[in-house]
Structure formats: C-alpha cells, structure tokens
C-alpha cells in the first residue's frame, strides 16, 4: 500500500468554484435556468455523462459543446483575473507524501494540457509519479476507467491505492475501480449514498497530512518526523 491517487481540480487545486460558476454563467447564456446547486452535479462529469446530463436537463435544444466551449473561455477569463491557487494544506501534504517514498498520481477529469499547465505554474509538478486525465480512457468520471487506468499504470492493484476525491462524481469513479476513497468535501458534503463509498472523510488537506504524520493512515514505523513505508494493512 504505497500509491495515492489524486485528483485535482477541487482536491488539490481550488478550481470548483471557478467551474461552478462559469457552467451556471455559460448555461444562462445559452437561455436555460440553472442553480447553483444544480450546476453542481457538473463536478467532475466526464464524457458521455455530461452531454446525458444536458439532455436530460434540458432537452434535446441544448448544445452541450457549444456551452462547454463558452464555458471554458469565461473559465480562462476568470482564473487570468483572479488567479490559481492550491487548496490549504497541498503543499505540505505532498512534501510529506514525497518525504515518505510513497507514489503520488494525478487522476484527473481535466485534460493532459491543461494538467500539466496547473501543475506547473502551481510549482508541484515534481511531485507527480504519473499524470493520467480523463482524454487519455473511454469514459470519464463517475465511471471506473481513469482510477482503473491509473492503477494499470502505477502497477498497482486498485485495492492497494487510496483515492483523495472531493466530488460525488469522483468519489463514485475511484470506488467503483476499487481504491479506498478519502473525500475531502468541497462545496458538498457527503451524503448518505457517498458515506457507504469512501473509506475515510478528511475535513481538510491539513488532516489528511496529519494522518500520514502521525502514522494513523499507514501501519508503519516512524522514521523521524515522517512515516516510513512498510508493509501491513491500511486503516
């Protein structure tokens, strides 16, 4: 058990309220009404699941594309304003993963450009094993495919890898591939059907790094300030 697979945009990146806002913004435009809390259920959503979502929404007159299209300029729009910043606690945490020899992957529904981009600017690309984006398997979140995916590529099996998701749709994708789940709530928390998906909630990044520090997330040994990696259960 020496694999976690992060997500990004509203894990490690705070990205979801930039989205949340652009998708209610650009649907609007388009001439459909939409809540916040609506536009919620778009975290996350992969193909095809989006365009089956629009549909249902509404109907068969909605250009899902061409909203996303518009939604992805008020999106660069808005991050050029206001910037990029990580979520509290992400640089210590992945200092600490790093620190403590185990893998760090980025399972994303963003696409590899894009990625790489965040991660670069953000200045925590280094700490990356592999970077795997929804672009890269058939079907993006809630379904398996990326964490599936990723697993292969770490060679790791997926009941030997903790997740860290902050969506519904992410938390679904990760446990239906098999990993144990940590969500760490963003905009939401988790209701009954999540509950008996994750394993663990963290409230925060900052907790989560507290768990490896003080070797409660592991059955390890400590090794000065970080826990070393050893064999064992997990939990």
């Known amino acids: ?92 945490l992945l200092e600490t993963v790093k620190a403590s020899g185990l893998r760090a992957v980025i399972a994303t529904a963003t696409d590899l450009e894009r990625t790489e981009q965040y991660l670069s600017e953000l200045g925590i690309a280094h700490y990356f094993d592999q970077l795997i984006c929804a672009t890269m398997v058939k079907q993006g979140k809630p379904a398996p495919d990326i964490y599936l995916y990723a697993c292969s590529q770490a060679n790791r099996r997926p009941e030997a890898c903790v997740a860290v998701e902050d969506s519904p749709n992410g938390v679904r994708s990760a446990a239906a591939a098999g990993c144990r789940v940590i969500m760490v709530p963003n905009q939401s928390q988790p209701d009954e059907e999540l509950n008996r998906l994750i394993w663990k909630k963290a409230d925060s990044l900052s907790v989560l790094h507290q768990w490896i520090l003080d070797g409660t997330l592991f059955d390890c040994q400590r090794s000065g300030s970080v826990p070393k990696v050893c064999a064992g259960r997990i939990g």
């Open 1 to 92: 058990m020496d694999t976690i697979l992060f997500d990004m945009d509203g894990t490690l990146i705070d990205t979801e309220g930039y989205y949340n806002r652009c998708w209610v913004q650009a649907i609007r435009e388009a001439g459909f009404s939409i809540t916040n809390e609506r536009a919620l259920e778009l975290r996350s959503l992969g193909r095809p699941f989006a365009c089956d979502w629009f549909l249902r929404e509404f109907g068969a007159q909605a250009d899902y594309q061409a909203i996303r299209s518009r939604r992805k300029e008020l999106m660069n729009e808005l991050m050029k304003r206001e910037g990029l910043r990580l979520m509290p606690g992400a640089n210590e």
